[in-house]
């Protein structure tokens, strides 16, 4: 059977591949997504809490109103391991809640209507070179559907296959963190304008737990662990966290979801000849929080554009698609670069040096600061702004010489 033929193929139909084949679209390319379930946006593996900031990056303001779950997020009740609560908000909203599922189906619309080609239940496993770019293959025997294209854009997610294939670096599998989430109704005492963290050792090592609200009763209810079953994790903090198991007693499980996140910051290199890395595939999700729709999204329109670019130049040499790192990491390379060192030291803490930092934190000038400047995609804005606070060294320095000699 003749290959089917286009000018890029993107693998992975989640918001970076979406993304990515909608940008080179735009510009004029021929694009066909491989999506390996049956419909696109399952299974839904994450909080939906996006940035409004991110949003606007994205041209992504005027969601519909069936992908938005809850557009009033104005800020965050962050608990210490002891039940200190810091409240930090800006006063107006920072950020949406949206249904995953729908928010990557509204995104193959937006790419469909560009002229995307979408083929769902279609497995992409293996990818060869020949003279004219890249064939990529179904399966390794004959019955194997076969497409050339001059380029692909590899959008597989957290636990990439073909990244290997072309000798390009996966996220390290070491260093993923376990997330487990319910979504619950019959809510008690939960505020639908503040998302709820809990920064606990105890019930979410290594990471942290959330409660992020749709409604005054309704809320996705998380923890992200470096240990497996994550699960085990989550359910220990619904029974037993102190705060969280008052507002949760009389609460019903919805749904259960899970998924894996990678912490490592992204991979030492995105391009080869014929092929670029996006989203999760290339560790572009922020060490912090895990959120990777943002940071992945902007990075994958750079991948979709350059493509094209590249089509239209008729060069898609490593040298030429070079132009997408570049692009990316000047948007964000010393952004996440902060954020892994972050959550490195955070992790670090004990939860008695967790609760000293909330006391330091919990005051109204510091407090203004995390609040006024705290962009959730640009961190280092934050780090920056409580670095230059006289007071908070003593404490940085004791606890970052500790994290330093253990590097
Ligand atoms: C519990 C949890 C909560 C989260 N909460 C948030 C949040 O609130 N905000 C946020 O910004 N981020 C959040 N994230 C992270 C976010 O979900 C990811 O960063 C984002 O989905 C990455 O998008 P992606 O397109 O790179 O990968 P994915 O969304 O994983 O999509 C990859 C797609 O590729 C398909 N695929 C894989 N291999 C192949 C193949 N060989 N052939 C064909 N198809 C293939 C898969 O089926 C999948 O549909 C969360 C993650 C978890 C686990």
Redesign the pocket.
């Known amino acids: 059977m003749e290959p089917e033929v286009t000018d890029i193929a993107v ?7 979406l993304f990515a084949a909608k940008s080179a679209a735009e510009r004029g390319s021929n694009v066909l997504l ?4 049956d419909k696109i946006g399952f299974h839904e ?6 940035s409004v900031d991110g949003l606007e990056k994205l041209e992504l303001t005027n969601l519909p109103s069936d992908v938005i779950q809850n557009s009033n997020i104005i800020g965050a009740h962050i608990y210490s391991p002891s039940g200190n609560l810091v409240n930090v908000s800006k006063g107006s909203t920072t950020a949406y809640v949206v249904d ?1 599922v729908r928010f990557n189906q509204y995104l193959s619309s937006l790419a469909i209507e560009k002229g995307v080609k979408i083929k769902t239940s ?4 293996n990818i060869k070179r020949n003279g004219n770019g890249v064939e990529l293959q179904t399966g390794k025997k004959t019955l194997s559907v076969k497409t050339q294209a001059k380029i692909a854009i590899f ?4 636990f ?3 990244n290997v294939q072309v000798k390009l670096p996966s996220p390290p599998r070491e260093k993923v963190i376990f ?3 319910y979504v619950m109704s019959n809510i008690n005492d939960i505020d639908p304008k503040f998302v709820e963290l809990y920064q606990t050792q105890k019930f979410a090592p290594g990471f942290f737990a959330w409660i ?1 609200p749709i409604d005054e009763e309704s809320a996705k209810i ?1 923890i992200g662990s470096q240990y497996s079953p994550s699960g085990k994790y989550l359910e220990k903090f619904v029974l037993k966290h102190p705060i969280a198991k008052e507002k949760l007693k009389q609460a019903n499980i919805e749904k259960k ?5 990678p912490l490592s910051s992204y991979i030492k290199r995105t391009y080869t000849d014929n092929v670029l890395i ?4 290339a560790g572009q ?1 922020k060490p912090t929080t ?5 940071l ?1 999204g902007i990075a994958s329109r750079f991948a979709g554009e350059i493509a094209a670019d590249s089509i239209v130049a008729n060069d898609q040499s490593a040298k030429y698609l070079s132009r997408y790192e570049k692009l990316w990491k000047k948007e964000m390379k010393t952004n996440l670069f902060v954020m892994k060192h972050v959550r490195q030291y955070l992790n670090t803490l004990t939860d008695k040096e967790t609760e000293k930092l909330f006391l330091l934190i919990n005051k109204p000038k510091i407090k203004d600061i995390v609040s006024q400047i705290g962009d959730v995609d640009n961190q280092k804005k934050v780090v920056f702004g409580l670095l230059l606070r006289y007071n908070l060294w003593p404490f940085f320095i004791r606890t970052g010489t500790k994290y330093l000699l253990k590097k």
């Not at 593996?45 to 996006?50: E, F, K, S, T």
């Not at 279609?122 to 496993?125: E, K, V």
């Open positions: 693998v992975g139909g989640g918001p970076a591949g491989f999506e390996s379930k593996h994450c909080a939906g809490l996006l995953r279609t497995s992409i496993l959008a597989e997610g957290r990439p296959k073909l997330a487990s989430m992020i998380g979801t899970s998924g894996a996140i996006v989203g999760d595939a999700t895990g959120g990777g729709v943002i992945g």
